[in-house]
């Protein structure tokens, strides 16, 4: 069962440490929290940043970003189905993450994968990726979250 059908309408979830996501019908609300310090609260705008940029691009595997203030202060992802323990210990993280021209960068737990329209998405990737497409970043300004992103 990889849909919504039986996930509370309206929860909260406290799980990273640089995010506080509200979960809400079909939408994932992901604001910094302030609640571990100014240096976590710095990652999640960083985390939230690098979101819109990918979350935004034509890469696949990462759960799509709807919608974002400038500057990392606020995203939304469609909400996910997030992936369970059991499901995790028969996926394989390392053929979904390392792609043939980008990597996803998620970190290889089973909470930062879900399940959108059947089909498995990184929730949790908001650190840059090390590996991507030539001149992905390179000189490309329209990267920057202010911007419309390319790909
Ligand atoms: N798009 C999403 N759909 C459903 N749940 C999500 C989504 N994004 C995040 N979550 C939930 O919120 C938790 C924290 O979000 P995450 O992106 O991992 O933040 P952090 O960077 O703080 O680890 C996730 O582990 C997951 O349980
Ligand atoms: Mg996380």
Redesign the pocket.
Known sequence: MSGLAKQPPLAI?G?????L?I?AGPW?I?AP?PDYGWRLFL??LL?NMT?AVFGRSALEGF?PVVWHIPGGWLLV??????MTEAEFATFDVAAFCDRETYQIAA?TKA??F?WIDGQVVA??Y?EPPHRLPVGWWQGNRRLSAFREPIG
């Open positions: 979830s799980r990273g440490v640089t995010r996501v979960l994932a992901k929290r990652h999640g985390c979101e759960c992802q469609r909400r996910a189905r997030v970190e909470d930062s879900g929730i949790d908001g």
